[in-house]
C-alpha cells in the first residue's frame, strides 16, 4: 500500500546574511564595526585621506555636516516616530506603564550630568558638556540583551526599550533648549508654517506619506537655517504623522506611521547609524598618555556614563519601587536589574552627537569627547554583560525558559 503523499512543503532554509539582520543583535554589532573601521582609519597612514573626505563641501555643506545633520534628521525622524507610537498605542501608552521606566530615564539624565559638573567644576570651559552622558544608545544596549537571549527576563527588555525611548525624548528637549544659538526669526516663521500645514494634514486624514515628506524636506531646511539644529526637524515630522489608518481600511499596520517606520528601520539601522559611527568616532590616539584620559573632559564623560548612569537608573528605580509607585520587572532579581542599569551606561551614538554639539570647531576638545565616550561606552558595555551572564535569574524566569 503506498504511503500518503505529505502536503506539507518543505521549510525555506533561512540563509546567515538573513538571520544576522533579523537578529535584534545586528544593529549593536555593526556599530561595533564601523566603530573599530574609524578608529583604524584615523591612526592609520588613511587618516589624512579620511578626515579630509570629511572636510570636503558638497552643496554648501561639509560630508560631515551631511552626516549629522541631513542624515541623523531621518534617524531623529524614526525615533519620534517611535516615541509617538509608544507613547500613544505601546509600552508607554498608559501612566503605570510610563512611571519606572521614566523615573528611571530621570535618574539616568540627572545623576551622569552631576557626575560630569563635579568631575569638570575647575574647567568653566568644559560646563557645555553637561549632557553628553545623559544619553543612553538603545541599538548598542538592546544588541547586549539579544546577544545574552533567554539570561534576561523578557520584562527587563521591555523595561529598557521604554527607558531608552524615554531617554531619547529627554535629550531631543535638551538639544532644543540648551544647543541652539543665533536664531532667524524669519526661519522660524517658516518653520512654524511648514508645521502648521503638516498639522492641516493630520488633521484632514491625509494618509498618503507623500506630502508629509516633501514639507518636512522643506521644514527641515527651514530649522537648518533656523539656528535650531536641523535634526529636530526630523521629531517634529515624526508628530504630525498620523497613527491611526484611514477609516476605509482596518489594518493597523496600513497606518502611515507605521508603514513610514517599518519603512525606516532598516535604513537606519543598517546605513545611517553605521555611517554616523565610521564619520564621528574616528579619533587620533597618537600621543595618548595616562593624563590624557584622565583629563576632565573624557574622565567627566567616561565616569559620567559608568558611574553616573548606573547609580541614576537603579537609585531612582529602587527608590520608585520603595515607595510603591511602581512594581519590580516580572521575573527579574535585582542583580539582573542591576546589569540593566550597567547598560544604560552605552551611550554612544546620542552622546557623540551632543558632544558634536556642545563644542563645534574645537577639535581638541572633539577629540577628548569621543574618548570619554569610547571609554564610558566600553565600560558599561563589558560589565553589564558580565553581570548579567551570571547574575542568578528568578525561579520563574528559569522555568519559563526551560519550557521554551
Known sequence: MDQPKSSSKPKRRVSL???????????????????????????????DAYFGALKTYVFGLSILHWINDALMAVFFLLVGLEIKREMLDGQLSTWPRRILPGIAAL????????????????????????????????????GVLAVLGSRVPTSLKIF?????????????????????????????????VCLLVLVAFN???????????????????????????????????????????????????????????????????????????????????????????????????????????QVGVYAFSWIAIRLGFADVPAGASRLQCYGVALLCGIGFTMSLFIGALAFPGAPELSDATKIGVLMGSGLSALAGYILLSFAPREKRQVREARSM
Open 17 to 47: 546574511m538573513r538571520r544576522f539582520f533579523d537578529s535584534e543583535a545586528s544593529g549593536g554589532m555593526i556599530l561595533m564595526g564601523v566603530t573599530v573601521i574609524a578608529l583604524v582609519l584615523a591612526n592609520s597612514p588613511l587618516a
Open 203 to 309: 488633521r484632514f486624514s491625509i494618509t498618503s506619506l507623500v506630502p508629509y515628506l516633501l514639507v518636512g524636506a522643506v521644514l527641515w531646511f527651514c530649522v537648518l537655517q533656523s539656528g535650531i539644529h536641523a535634526t529636530l526637524a526630523g521629531v517634529a515630522l515624526a508628530l504630525a504623522i498620523p497613527l491611526h489608518p484611514n477609516p476605509k481600511k482596518t489594518r493597523a499596520e496600513d497606518a502611515p506611521l507605521h508603514r513610514l517606520e517599518h519603512a525606516l528601520h532598516a535604513p537606519v539601522a543598517y546605513g545611517i547609524i553605521p555611517i554616523f559611527g565610521l564619520a564621528n568616532a574616528g579619533v587620533s590616539l597618537s600621543g595618548l598618555s595616562l593624563d590624557a584620559l584622565l583629563s576632565p573632559l573624557p574622565l567627566g564623560i567616561a565616569m559620567g556614563l559608568f558611574i553616573g548612569k
Open 160 to 192: 529598557l526599550t521604554a527607558l531608552a525611548i524615554l531617554d531619547d525624548l529627554g535629550a531631543i528637549i535638551i538639544i532644543a533648549l540648551f544647543y541652539t544659538s543665533d536664531l532667524s526669526l524669519t526661519m522660524l516663521g517658516a518653520a512654524a
Open 107 to 142: 535618574g539616568g539624565m540627572i545623576v551622569p550630568a552631576l557626575v560630569y559638573l563635579a568631575i569638570t567644576r575647575n574647567e568653566p570651559h568644559l560646563y557645555d558638556g553637561w549632557a553628553i552622558p545623559a544619553a543612553t544608545d538603545i541599538a548598542f544596549a538592546l
